[in-house]
């Protein structure tokens, strides 16, 4: 199997696993065992690191002309083949927005969100610059660090609020408990 053809396979194994991990953090959450779902969360992001940094800075070919350049224009060229990029650059960054609010669980959604856009901002463009600047990668593209960005954003806005539910859902259930205890 060449590595392009491993793409798809790939794919499918980190969503399973994201599937996995995500009905793992909701189970772990409802059972109240706050500290592991944020240790799950935490440890399945620097997987997710890890195979982000394999898949932006896999040294792809330099220019024949070995030029450096970034596009600085967002959205400038519009082909088929970019717009399945700009999906694949937004669907990238999504499992780091699901994880986030059980890792900063103490964190109100508000700022769940901007430290999701902030955080995804600067990893993205930590690697567009690595990618424009080193033998890792040919250019960068400012609609890459937007599409990053959009999508890390938008999937920490949805999970913190499922998360704020099902700690608000736990912390109602276990109120009576806690209560029946005292008496």
Same mark, same amino acid.
């Given at each position: 199997?060449?590595?392009?053809?491993?793409?798809?396979?790939?794919?499918?194994?980190?969503?399973? /696993?994201?599937?996995?991990?995500?009905?793992?953090?909701?189970?772990?959450?409802?059972?109240?065992?706050?500290?592991?779902?944020?240790?799950?969360?935490?440890?399945?992001?620097? +997987?997710?690191? +890890?195979? +982000?940094?394999?898949?932006?800075?896999?040294?792809?070919?330099?220019?024949?002309?070995?030029?450096?350049? /970034?596009?600085?224009?967002?959205? *400038?060229?519009?082909?088929?083949?970019?717009?399945?990029?700009?999906?694949?650059? /937004?669907?990238?960054?999504?499992?780091?927005?699901?994880?986030?609010?059980?890792?900063?669980?103490?964190a109100t959604r508000q700022r769940v969100i901007v430290l999701?856009?902030? *955080? *995804?901002?600067?990893?993205?463009?930590?690697?567009?610059?690595?990618?424009?600047?080193?033998?890792?990668?040919?250019?960068?593209?400012?609609?890459?660090?937007?599409?990053?960005?959009?999508?890390?954003?938008? *999937?920490?806005?949805?999970?913190?609020?499922?998360?704020?539910?099902?700690?608000?859902?736990?912390?109602?259930?276990?109120?009576?408990?806690?209560?029946?205890?005292?008496?």
């Amino acid at each position: 199997m060449t590595p392009d053809s491993l793409v798809i396979p790939a794919a499918v194994v980190a969503l399973a /696993f994201l599937a996995w991990v995500l009905l793992r953090l909701v189970r772990l959450t409802r059972q109240g065992d706050f500290i592991r779902a944020a240790h799950l969360a935490s440890a399945s992001t620097a +997987l997710w690191g +890890l195979g +982000l940094l394999l898949a932006t800075l896999g040294g792809r070919p330099q220019d024949s002309l070995g030029r450096i350049w /970034f596009n600085w224009v967002p959205f *400038a060229t519009q082909t088929a083949a970019n717009d399945t990029e700009i999906v694949m650059n /937004f669907l990238l960054f999504v499992p780091a927005g699901l994880l986030l609010p059980w890792i900063a669980r103490h964190a109100t959604r508000q700022r769940v969100i901007v430290l999701a856009l902030g *955080a *995804a901002a600067m990893l993205s463009s930590v690697i567009e610059v690595l990618q424009t600047f080193t033998p890792l990668g040919t250019a960068g593209d400012i609609t890459d660090i937007l599409s990053n960005t959009i999508g890390c954003t938008i *999937a920490a806005a949805i999970s913190s609020i499922v998360h704020h539910w099902l700690v608000s859902q736990q912390l109602t259930r276990s109120a009576p408990e806690a209560r029946q205890l005292q008496s």
